[in-house]
């Protein structure tokens, strides 16, 4: 951890929710205070939808294609809350299904089809795919000025060269979430558990990119705590339950949960286990309620920025400017 500690830039930005753990008369620690998302995500919608009213007025109304090739119910639901959030905004959100024996070539074809539609500004790959289809190779169907959820390979090579491109929404929502509640990540130390195209590899280059100092975990970390425990920041991206604990952070760490893993009672956990952790970190992030509503959030505003620059209303990030096309 470094000399100053992440915690006082935790205490600086504010009082706020707090994560389990007993606030004692100097005897326990303070509890973690709780990274939630849902202010931040509302302030994004509030962006989205004016600038989508803007454009709807000067005759573009920014229009998202979702390609989904399964019948899973819980892929159906999350497809439905992305579709009512970017009606509640102004974006138009078109469900395009295909039976989930859809062939890979079927589905590159399609994504190239939404692609070239100038009525369509954002196009999104929904996983998980019929057997034998590849996300990151059928993705590199979908026009990277459309790519809104960063899945052509294209868009992470151009993050990882620093240059302007859409980066995955889960891994932008993490920054987005950390800035929110005014964390400093320059020259802070991160670590990241989980090395996906979709949340962990994006991540790295985001953080890279406002000069933090980062340390990327995966299941073949051999000592996955030691990598992890001296890191100012943790993110937990591995998708499972309960991984991160007590032993795997320092004393007043901020640990970003990313996981979102069924239980069987149909609600959600994270990959933190957040009974051990909260007394420990110095703050937290809930699931759900942390990076989940500002990763939707996030989606809308890449589609609206994408059909800004459809128009020619927008000329994008200054020369010089880092990745994250946000
Ligand atoms: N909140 C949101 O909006 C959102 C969006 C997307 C994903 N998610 C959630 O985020 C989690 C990760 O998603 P993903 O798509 O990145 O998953 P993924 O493709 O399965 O990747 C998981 C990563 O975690 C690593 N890992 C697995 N077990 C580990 C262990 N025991 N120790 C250290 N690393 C381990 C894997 O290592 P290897 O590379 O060595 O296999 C892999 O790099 C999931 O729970 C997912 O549901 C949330």
Redesign the pocket.
């Known amino acids: 951890m470094t000399g100053d500690g992440i915690a006082s830039g935790v205490a600086a930005s504010g009082p706020s929710g707090h994560l389990g753990g007993t606030a004692g008369a100097g005897a326990a620690p303070p509890p973690a205070r709780a990274l939630t998302g849902a202010a931040r995500a509302a302030e994004l919608r509030a962006e989205v939808a004016a600038l989508a009213a803007s454009l709807t007025e000067r005759g573009t109304t920014p229009r998202l294609a979702v390609l989904v090739a399964t019948e899973d119910e819980s892929t159906a639901w999350y497809v439905r809350s992305i579709a009512r959030a970017a009606t509640k905004t102004g974006i138009v959100c078109d469900t395009v299904t295909l039976p989930p024996t859809a062939s890979p070539d079927r589905i590159a074809e399609l994504l190239a089809e939404l692609s070239a539609d100038p009525a369509v500004h954002g196009v999104i790959l929904q996983?998980p795919l019929p057997p034998g289809a590849v996300a990151a190779e059928l993705a590199a169907a979908i026009a990277p000025d459309k790519d809104v959820d960063g899945a052509n390979p294209l868009s992470l090579g151009r993050l990882a060269a620093g240059r302007p491109a859409f980066a995955?929404?889960?891994a932008a929502?993490v920054v987005e979430l950390l800035d929110a509640h005014g964390i400093e990540l320059l020259g802070r130390t991160v670590a990241v558990?989980?090395?996906?195209?979709?949340?962990?590899k994006p991540l790295a280059h985001l953080l890279l990119d406002r000069d933090a100092t980062v340390t990327v975990?995966?299941?073949?970390?051999a000592d996955?705590a030691a990598a992890t425990r001296h890191a100012d920041i943790v993110v937990?991206?591995?998708?499972?339950p309960g991984?991160i604990t007590a032993a795997h952070i320092g004393e007043g760490a901020v640990v970003v949960d990313?996981?979102?893993?069924p239980t069987p009672e149909g609600g959600l956990t994270?990959?933190v286990d957040a009974e051990s952790v909260a007394p420990k970190a110095g703050a937290l992030s809930p699931?759900?309620g942390?990076?989940?509503p500002i990763?939707?959030a996030l989606l809308l505003r890449h589609t609206v920025r994408a059909a800004e620059r459809a128009a020619g209303a927008a000329t994008g990030p200054e020369p010089g400017a880092g990745p994250g096309l946000t």
């Open positions: 996983t995955p929404a889960t929502a558990v989980g090395r996906s195209t979709v949340v962990g975990c995966h299941s073949r970390t996955l937990a991206a591995a998708g499972r991984l990313v996981g979102t893993n994270g990959d699931v759900p942390g990076v989940g990763t939707t």
